[in-house]
């Protein structure tokens, strides 16, 4: 059997071994740690830097093809792969994503409506008015490179502010961006094949929480208009990119207009729905473009209703206000008929880490959404 490449070991890397593995695939996983949840249950795990050369050509020569699951992975990297076999999606496309001012500039130069931002390379951009207009106050400093789940980011509501923030990043290379009303956030994942055939999955509504995904609901409680647009948006970002893989695009909904906040050059959290309410999921997406076959029907057939599990609830407190680990009870999720759980299998858990995650399908989106809040609230997790 032909045996696939996946640069990266978290929790997107061992769903697309899983789809790997029914579709009569092998996965090798290159991962530097050796607890990654894709690398246990891989054919083999390469545990080493994504910059170790060595390693990456014994995935080049193991393995038909090559994909990632880590936005972060080395740009050089991939080329350096790309020459020996295929790499999906490409260098290009995935370091226009890994870094802000590229994927706003992309945004920007495409005519595909984003928020307003300034690339901030040094403290004399925030000073300087013609660069950085009153209209970018207040907003959000983000460093241009690795910030997820809201981290690396900052509300300034001034160019002072700005200017401090700037300073506690570093120096790091910024972009300023504007900060906007928001009605509601979704996303849109999309898989783009070799010849250009993209196929939508059903746009999603996104909860965050403290700057991290805790719901994904579908059908967005968005117009059909809104939710139609996005995913126009989002197919002319993935051929603009020359894209082939999976690919997932957030939006703001900012009183009542469209806005790209940013895209993920793999499967994404909000997407994590399709493994159960959809009849082909983002991960087996991934596998079929990667290794050129056609596309899968991405319908819903229910609506579903997604909770991220992040790891506050593996703490307890005692009596003393001291911490605690304990393994939540999932007896209470089990016994929802309609409830999909899956854990990553990763080795500790920590505030803010994304263990896991369930999903209740259901014919009637309200009443998926009324059982998802229950079973939320019977683990621990509370607003
Ligand atoms: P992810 O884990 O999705 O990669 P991230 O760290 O890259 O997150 P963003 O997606 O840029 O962060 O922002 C996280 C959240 O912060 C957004 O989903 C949104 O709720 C809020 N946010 C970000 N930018 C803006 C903005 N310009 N205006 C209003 N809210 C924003
Ligand atoms: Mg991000
Ligand atoms: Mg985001």
Redesign the pocket.
């Known amino acids: 059997p032909a045996t696939l490449g996946m640069l990266g070991g978290g929790q997107l890397g061992r769903f697309f071994v899983a789809a790997a593995h029914e579709l009569g695939y092998q996965v090798w996983v290159l991962d530097p740690d050796a607890n990654s949840p894709a690398g246990k249950i891989a054919n083999r795990h390469l545990q080493a830097a994504y910059d170790d050369y060595a390693a990456l050509d014994q995935l080049a020569q193991g393995c038909a093809a090559v994909t990632t699951e880590f936005?972060n992975v080395p740009a050089d990297t991939l080329d350096y792969l790309a020459k020996f076999v295929p790499v999906r999606p490409h260098a290009a496309a995935v370091a226009i994503c890994q870094n802000?001012v590229a994927e706003k500039s992309f945004l920007r130069d495409n005519g595909i409506p984003h928020?307003a931002f300034a690339a901030i390379i040094s403290e004399d951009d925030l000073r300087d008015a013609a660069k950085v207009g009153a209209h970018l106050f207040p907003?959000?400093l983000?460093v241009a490179r690795f910030?997820?789940?809201?981290?690396?980011?900052a509300v300034v509501n001034s160019r002072e502010e700005a200017i401090a923030a700037f300073q506690g990043f570093k120096g790091e290379t910024c972009v300023l961006?504007?900060?906007?009303?928001?009605d509601y956030?979704v996303s849109v994942v999309l898989a783009r094949d070799e010849q250009g055939a993209t196929r939508c999955f059903p746009t999603a509504e996104?909860i965050?929480r403290k700057?991290?995904?805790d719901i994904s609901i579908v059908p967005a409680r968005a117009t059909a208009c809104t939710a139609n647009s996005a995913q126009e948006v989002a197919e002319r970002i993935a051929e603009k990119l020359g894209y082939i893989g999976t690919l997932g695009v957030?939006f703001?909904i900012?009183r009542g207009q469209l806005?790209v906040?940013?895209m993920?050059p793999r499967p994404h959290?909000s997407g994590h729905y399709t493994l159960d309410a959809c009849i082909t999921n983002q991960f087996e997406q991934q596998v079929r473009a990667l290794c050129g076959l056609p596309l899968g029907e991405p319908r819903a057939h229910s609506a579903a209703v997604m909770v991220n599990l992040l790891g506050d609830i593996w703490f307890e407190k005692d009596a003393d206000g001291n911490e605690r680990y304990r393994e939540p009870d999932w007896a209470k999720l089990y016994a929802v008929p309609n409830l999909k759980l899956h854990l990553y299998g990763k080795h500790h858990a920590r505030h803010g880490r994304k263990m896991g995650h369930f999903t209740v399908i259901d014919a009637d989106p309200a009443r998926a959404l009324e059982t998802a809040r229950a079973a939320r609230a019977s683990v621990g997790i509370v607003d």
């Open positions: 936005e802000r928020a907003g959000i983000k910030g997820y789940d809201g981290k690396g980011q961006e504007q900060k906007l009303h928001l956030e996104n965050h700057g991290i995904l957030e703001f900012s806005y906040n940013e993920a959290n």
